[in-house]
C-alpha cells in the first residue's frame, strides 16, 4: 500500500528552466509534508517542507505547493541548474517527531 | 543544521555472521530515531523505530530478531543485523527528529551493507 506517490520516475530538464516534481498522497492524516535530495550512496538531504494548513512555502529557488482537496505536492525549482540533478524524494508524515512515509523517487537530471 | 552519523559508511561480511551499525546525533538529544533501508533504485522503507529507554517499534514485515535495534543513549541508536544473508544486502538510513515540536528530521549518511 504505496500512500505517498511520485508517478514520473524520471524528469531531464534544461539548464534555467523550471523542474517541476509531483507527488500524491492518499492518507488523509499527514499534516506535513517534506522534500528530500538524495545522492546514491548518501543519506538524503532536506529541501523544503510545508504544513498542511499551508498551500505554499518558497525558499530561494525551491517552492513547494500543497493542494489538499487534491492530495497532491508539487516542488518547483526555477531556475533548475545542473547541480539539481539528483534523486527526489517526497515524504509526508503525521505529527512532529513522527516516522517518514517516502515516496517512490523522481530521479532530475539538469542538462546543459 | 543538526547532524546525525552513522558508522560503518561501508561494510561486506559473510553470509551467517553479524553486523552492528551505529547512528549517532553529533549535536543535539535524540529520544527516538528511525531505521529505514533502502534497495537499489527503490525508496526508503521504514524498519523500526527504536526509542530511548524502551523496546523497538517494528514495523510489518520486519523481524525483530533479526534486526536488533538498541537504542542505548539519548545520543546512540545501534542496528545489529544478525545471520546475515545475502538478501539482507542493502543501504540501510537513520534518521532522528530535529527539536521538539519541530517536523523536520536529520538523516545519517547510510551504511551499505554487503552479505557475500
Known amino acids: 500500500d504505496q500512500q505517498v506517490k511520485q508517478n514520473s520516475p524520471s524528469l531531464s530538464v534544461q539548464e534555467g528552466r523550471i523542474s517541476i516534481l509531483n507527488c500524491d498522497y492518499t492518507?488523509?492524516?499527514?499534516?506535513?509534508f517534506l522534500w528530500y535530495k538524495k545522492y546514491p550512496a548518501e543519506g538524503p538531504t532536506f529541501l523544503i517542507s510545508i504544513s498542511s494548513i499551508k498551500d505554499k512555502n518558497e525558499d530561494g529557488r525551491f517552492t513547494v505547493f500543497l493542494n489538499k482537496s487534491a492530495k497532491h505536492l508539487s516542488l518547483h525549482i526555477v531556475p533548475s541548474q545542473p547541480g539539481d540533478s539528483a534523486v527526489y524524494f517526497c515524504?509526508?508524515?503525521?505529527?512532529?517527531?513522527?516516522?517518514?512515509?517516502f515516496g517512490t523517487g523522481t530521479r532530475l537530471q539538469v542538462t546543459l | 543544521g543538526a547532524v546525525v552519523s552513522q558508522h560503518p559508511s561501508r561494510v561486506i561480511c559473510k553470509s551467517g555472521t553479524s553486523v552492528k551499525i551505529e547512528c549517532r546525533s553529533l549535536?543535539?538529544?535524540?529520544?527516538?530515531m528511525f531505521w529505514y533501508r533502502q534497495f537499489p533504485k527503490q525508496s526508503l522503507m521504514l524498519m523500526a523505530t527504536?526509542?530511548?529507554?524502551?523496546?523497538?517499534?517494528?514495523e510489518q514485515g520486519v523481524e525483530k530478531d533479526k534486526f536488533l535495534i538498541n537504542h542505548a543513549s539519548l545520543t546512540l541508536s545501534t542496528l545489529t543485523v544478525t545471520s546475515a544473508h545475502p538478501e539482507d544486502s542493502s543501504f540501510y538510513i537513520c534518521?532522528?527528529?530535529?527539536?521538539?515540536?519541530?517536523?523536520?528530521?536529520?538523516f545519517g549518511p547510510g551504511t551499505r551493507l554487503t552479505v557475500t
Open positions: 515524504a509526508a508524515m503525521t505529527g512532529t517527531a513522527s516516522k517518514l512515509t
Open positions: 527504536s526509542n530511548e529507554g524502551s523496546k523497538a517499534t517494528y
Open positions: 492518507n488523509s492524516m499527514f499534516d506535513y
Open positions: 534518521s532522528a527528529p530535529g527539536l521538539v515540536g519541530v517536523y523536520e528530521q536529520y
Open positions: 549535536d543535539f538529544q535524540a529520544t527516538t
